[in-house]
């Protein structure tokens, strides 16, 4: 079986594309590795997730160091020989590290909107999970939701979770409204416990309201006028 090695140029130019999007490798005697920095663009982006949720590592240096580690370690696991089936084996996962770390992406922007606009509460675009008016969930929406879990299983573990769908209505007592924001926030307890996060420390509950929970000044008017709220109750 040939063995590929990896030049140590090689190593950069494929760090970068990999890193901006390139798409993996495929069947053939120029085969090369599409998934080898999965473990690095995993690893920095949830910390750097973590950071912003707790209140630290904002900071340039902070997303920085995360960058250089991400680089090194990468750097490191490139310069070892690989097998051509390693190669496809690794990048065949490399489609799903690429969305985890768009999740990441959205999870950062989510926390620094939260540190600016409601610090104190928890609070998502329905758009995030789901299309239109739809109760079931967007593609890529469980990876979003498996984070937001993540986050939860450590942060106040002994906390119950109350999972508020907010739809805005005209009419409170629209029966179609209600079921939207029901089903919604069931759908979304349901992936949190797929998840890992207790059935008993979730409470599902739709609300209807007569204006969005949250104006953003930086977001498109009515963004909010469906909303998905985590509400931890035992603080």
């Known amino acids: 079986m040939r063995l590929v090695r990896l030049k140590y140029n090689n190593v950069i130019l494929f760090l970068v594309t990999l890193l901006v999007g390139c798409t993996g490798p495929v069947p053939g005697p120029d085969k090369q590795g599409g998934g080898l920095v999965s473990g690095a663009v995993t690893g920095a982006g949830a910390g750097a997730v973590t950071g912003f949720q707790l209140g630290v590592g904002t900071g340039a240096g902070a997303l920085a160091g995360a960058g250089v580690g991400a680089v090194a370690g990468s750097i490191q696991g490139l ?51 789901f299309y239109g008016d739809e109760v079931k969930l967007r593609p890529g929406a469980d990876l979003l939701i498996n984070e937001i879990a993540r986050l939860n299983k450590t942060r106040m573990p002994w906390s119950r979770l109350v999972v508020a769908s907010y739809v805005k209505a ?26 890992g996060i207790e059935p008993r420390r979730l409470e599902a509950r739709g609300v209807i309201v007569k204006q969005p929970v949250l104006i953003d000044p930086h977001s498109r008017p009515g963004r909010y006028n469906q909303a998905i709220e985590i509400i931890p109750v035992d603080k």
């Open 79 to 129: 310069a070892k020989d690989l097998t051509e089936e390693d190669l496809l084996a690794l990048s065949a996962r490399t489609a799903e590290e690429r969305r985890r770390a768009i999740v990441h992406e959205i999870l950062n922007d989510h926390y620094r909107r939260r540190a600016e606009l409601h610090p104190t509460r928890d609070i998502y675009p329905a758009d995030l999970f």
């Open 170 to 195: 005209s009419d409170q007592n629209s029966v179609y409204a209600e079921y939207l924001a029901e089903k919604r926030a069931r759908a979304i307890c349901d992936e949190l416990t797929r998840a």
